[in-house]
């Protein structure tokens, strides 16, 4: 029997096996490309803006009285949270409460307090009657020898003192009522409530969460806004706001569904030039960039892709240079 050469016959099957492998591979692990429909339909000016001069930009959805974050002056344990997102809210209803309980017995304390002080008017206001009439009566005798100096002295002193014990029970009483307002107001102040009637956009506080007042506080705890109507506010970089027809409105669509387009009537520009924070992932944009913020007020039937802090795209008409004809 012939003895195999590894060299000649078996090196060469190997040699054979690892091409076909390799082949497979590379079948395998190809790319589709097949055609495929996109998943977002990128944003394009329509109608009679498509062939006229224009400036794009992106923005953000935001409530027409802008985002109102929603702290707490007085720290301490939530008690009770009276809202839920989505829910629609006036001006002054209670949105959550924190616990009261050491004001309460604050209260109860200053009210002792007062009705200490009234008691120690009273009292004496009873001494100062007293020792007037007794220094009337010292007075109002004729004969000089019937009361000695002393005498007068005394009562005089004794007047002075009711009347000194009055005027300080007097500031007691004072004292107490404002520290009673004091602590009322603070008890009122424990139940955060809505700045105006607008809808809950969301709530990050829970029953039994401790909440902290001041700069370094944990909040905001409550987000709410008027959404009726909404508005966009739109970034446009600051070499194109030169452009902008100000005051035209704008077609304005939700970040990836390009066909749900409305138009936007204008409402203001800001004053102040901002660096720009809206990224739209362009592989050209410049992210050093200051813009122009514009804000449009969406009408009443936009769709429901238009939600709070939802991104836009969106087409403003160009403003038609000096001398170009109409």
Known sequence: MAKLSFSRQILPVIALLGIAAAIWLIVSQAPDRSMAEAEETPAMASGALAGEARVAGAGVVEPSSELIEVGTALSGIVEAVLV?????????????RVDTRHLEARIRETQANIARAKAAIAEARSAEATAARQLSLYRGIAD???????EIISAEGNASAARARRELAEADLAAAQATLSAARTERERATVRAPIAGEI???????GELVNAGPG??????????????????????????????GA????????????????????????VVPKRSLTNSAQ???????????YALPADAPAAFRVGQQVDAFIPAAKAEGASE
């Open 217 to 246: 506080g944990g909040g905001p705890y409550v987000r709410m806004g008027e959404t009726n109507p909404l508005h966009v506010r739109i970034d446009v970089d600051e070499d194109e706001a030169v452009r902008v027809d100000m």
């Open 285 to 295: 944009e410049r992210v050093d960039v200051r813009v122009l913020q514009l804000v």
């Open 249 to 272: 409105p704008a077609t304005v669509s939700p970040r990836g569904d390009a066909d749900a387009r409305v138009t936007a009537s204008f409402v203001r520009a800001e004053p102040l």
């Open 84 to 96: 839920a997102p989505g829910e629609r809210v006036t001006k002054g209803q209670p949105l959550f």
């Open 201 to 207: 956009l969301r709530v990050d506080v829970r029953p």
């Open 144 to 150: 000089p020898l019937a009361v000695s100096r002393a």
